[in-house]
T-cell receptor, first 113, second 111 residues
Framework: DVKVTQSSRYLVKRTGEKVFLECVQD?????MFWYRQDPGLGLRLIYF???????EKGDIPEGYSVSREKKERFSLILESASTNQTSMYLC????????????FGPGTRLTVL | RKEVEQDPGPFNVPEGATVAFNCTYS??????FFWYRQDCRKEPKLLMS???SGNEDGRFTAQLNRASQYISLLIRDSKLSDSATYLC????????????FGTGTRLTIIP
């Protein structure tokens, strides 16, 4: 079974703090994604990566950055957390071509005070 | 207009009934279509892909209407375990792995 793990289930941070969300997948998938999920807005893509050290902006990249130094690990960074970044963050991975199923991690509920 | 639109529900349906959801998409160039299921406080998981000719997986049937740009999901003989939020998902560009998710339709099966 594909397994996607995220470093924390719940996180509480203060405005202005630097926040790191980590995601690891164990199926050698090329693609990795970061989404946020908010009520009434659904899942929105923040960033994705199709290879090590490669990244592309999604629909809402402002205020976020990412890092992919190893194939299995994709990090989401909030340089200076703000209250409007309070959300559920979901990481996903998929194979590069053809079969588009994305496998999701359990999510990190981030609260910024 | 949203790229993918769904009726948010909730749909409250008695056990054993048949229920159907529709979803519309705005980009006529969309190539791949899916239904994902998300249980309360859990991550989304692929329920089924949607093929041009329509496809069935047990009690679940998915249909695609390209002319009208909508996809549908039919659940027959609904079970309590079908209670979840169903997300309509569209791949925006062929070969590109970016997916657009609808906001979901919430379904509750009542005993």
């Amino acid at each position: 079974d594909v397994k996607v793990t995220q470093s924390s289930r719940y996180l509480v941070k203060r405005t202005g703090e630097k926040v790191f969300l980590e995601c690891v997948q164990d199926m050698d998938h090329e693609n990795m994604f970061w989404y946020r999920q908010d009520p009434g807005l659904g899942l929105r893509l923040i960033y994705f990566s199709y290879d090590v050290k490669m990244k592309e902006k999604g629909d809402i990249p402002e205020g976020y950055s990412v890092s992919r130094e190893k194939k299995e690990r994709f990090s989401l960074i909030l340089e200076s957390a703000s209250t409007n970044q309070t959300s559920m963050y979901l990481c996903a991975s998929s194979l590069l071509t053809g079969y588009n199923e994305q496998f999701f991690g359990p999510g990190t509920r981030l609260t910024v005070l | 207009r949203k790229e993918v639109e769904q009726d948010p529900g909730p749909f409250n349906v008695p056990e054993g009934a048949t229920v159907a959801f529709n979803c519309t998409y705005s980009n006529s160039a969309s190539q791949s279509f899916f239904w994902y299921r998300q249980d309360c406080r859990k991550e989304p998981k692929l329920l089924m892909s949607v093929y041009s000719s329509g496809n069935e997986d047990g009690r679940f049937t998915a249909q695609l209407n390209r002319a009208s740009q909508y996809i549908s999901l039919l659940i027959r003989d609904s079970k309590l375990s079908d209670s979840a939020t169903y997300l309509c998902v569209v791949n925006r560009i062929f070969g590109n792995e970016k997916l657009t998710f609808g906001t979901g339709t919430r379904l509750t099966i009542i005993p």
